[in-house]
């Protein structure tokens, strides 16, 4: 049995209403106990029981560690260029994927390991302890498959991305190649991962064929994930809803029907500011989700060609200065927003029985995230109780 004491904690963001004010379930002059893994004790730092290992955090604000509910990091190459055609003019468009699966499938098992060690590191480094991993950038059995298990050794979170984008040799036969992924790679995949994901946007999958896709996955005992409304108005927050989805990500161009739906169902709705940043797009309208009742997430979204960012602290800036959510909103999101999305009552929360999974900042409140952009604030990570990250 080991025992950490976190103490002088000056602002504590537990998630948990029962334990601290709001619903960030603040305290202050705070500590946290972690036993074996799990926090075991929450209280003021003055009454901090004896533990094995004591940090004094002299003031610094701690909160649950991050929960990153989207990214692909399973690729090879970069797409700089595109990046910085767009900046110069040129719009986004979903066939760009094709350029990353060329570059994945050319790649060896350890290379797309490497890569992915590489951006979990950095995810670690901005305070991110949980980070699910999709696959989607091989859109064969044989590419998929080695995804799903390169995602495997590094998260628990795999997601399937099984219908990206219909790969170049399926070109104008979207209807053959979903065919081919609910025949053969949806089997072959399936217990791999927990969840299974389409892009359900023009120039990708459309309704009929994404539900085919999900439908399969779920059939195979995978839970279902969206992109939907990413780049223009369509059935991807309809059909997340239909199908129960555990989130709908992106959600940038929805209708009052959309928001409507989603606030009457359990499916989360993932913001993904990065991605509207990165092309230039018009942001999520965060505030009538919000008002309207819906759950919202904050993830990065970390992707060679449309948010080349692991930062769910920039996320949080982004989101309180061009979505209008409040500081309290953009911090829940990307903490205990994450866990619902990945349908986790462990994690994004800071009270007993749940993982020791933590973030102490160089600043005195979480506020500080947004308040203070591009600086890395993140000074000490603990996942499971043990210290990962120190800056
Ligand atoms: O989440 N929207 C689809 N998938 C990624 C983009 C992938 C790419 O352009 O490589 C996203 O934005
Ligand atoms: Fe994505």
Same mark, same amino acid.
Not at 156 to 163: G, I, N, P
Not at 374 to 378: D, F, K, M
């Given at each position: 049995m080991s025992t950490t004491a976190l103490t002088g904690i000056g602002v504590l963001v537990t998630n948990d209403p029962t334990v601290g004010e709001g619903r960030l379930g603040i305290r202050r002059d705070a500590a946290v106990v972690f036993e074996d893994g799990v926090v075991a004790w929450v209280g003021n730092s003055a009454d901090a029981p004896a533990a094995d290992i004591a940090h004094d955090l002299d003031g610094r604000a701690v909160l649950p560690g991050f929960v990153e @509910? *989207? @990214? *692909?990091? !399973?690729f090879a190459g970069d797409r700089a260029e595109e990046f910085a055609a767009r900046m110069s003019g040129q719009k986004y468009a979903a066939g760009g994927i094709r350029t990353t699966i060329e570059a994945t499938r050319a790649a060896t098992d350890e290379q797309l390991a490497a890569n992915v060690r590489r951006l979990l590191d950095e995810s670690v480094r901005t305070g991110s302890t949980t980070v699910e991993c999709k696959s989607g950038y091989g859109q064969t059995v044989e590419h998929e498959l080695r995804s799903v298990q390169v995602a495997g050794r590094f998260t +628990? +979170? !795999?997601?399937?991305? %099984?219908?990206h984008v219909p790969p170049p040799e399926y070109a104008g036969r979207a209807d053959d190649y979903v065919a081919m992924v609910v025949g053969e790679m949806i089997p072959k995949c399936a217990p791999h991962a927990t969840w299974i994901d389409v892009f359900c946007e023009e120039g990708a999958f459309d309704r009929d064929q994404s539900h085919a896709v999900l439908t399969a996955g779920m059939a195979h005992g995978l839970v279902p994930r969206v992109h939907g409304n990413q780049l223009r108005q369509g059935p991807g927050v309809q059909l997340a809803v239909e199908l129960g989805a555990a989130s709908v990500d992106h959600v940038t161009h929805v209708n009052a029907d959309d928001i409507e739906a989603l606030a009457h169902s359990d499916t989360v709705a993932t913001l993904l500011p990065g991605a509207d940043f990165s092309t230039r797009s018009r942001y999520p309208d965060a505030r009538a989700l919000l008002d309207a009742g819906v759950t919202v997430a904050l993830g990065a979204d970390c992707n060679p060609g449309t948010s080349y960012t692991t930062s769910l602290p920039f996320c949080i800036a982004i989101a309180v200065r061009d979505l209008r959510m409040t500081p309290d909103e953009a911090v829940w999101a990307a903490t205990a927003g994450g866990a619902k999305a990945l349908r986790r009552s462990d994690i994004g929360v800071l009270s007993p029985? %749940?993982?020791a999974d933590a973030i102490a900042l160089d %600043?005195? @409140?979480?506020? *500080? &995230?947004a308040y203070r952009p591009? !600086?890395? &604030?993140?000074s000490r990570v603990w996942r499971g109780g043990a210290l990962v990250h120190t800056n």
């Open positions: @509910s *989207h @990214s *692909h990091l !399973v +628990e +979170e !795999v997601t399937l991305l %099984a219908a029985g %749940a993982r %600043a005195p @409140s979480y506020l *500080h &995230l591009g !600086v890395p &604030l993140i």
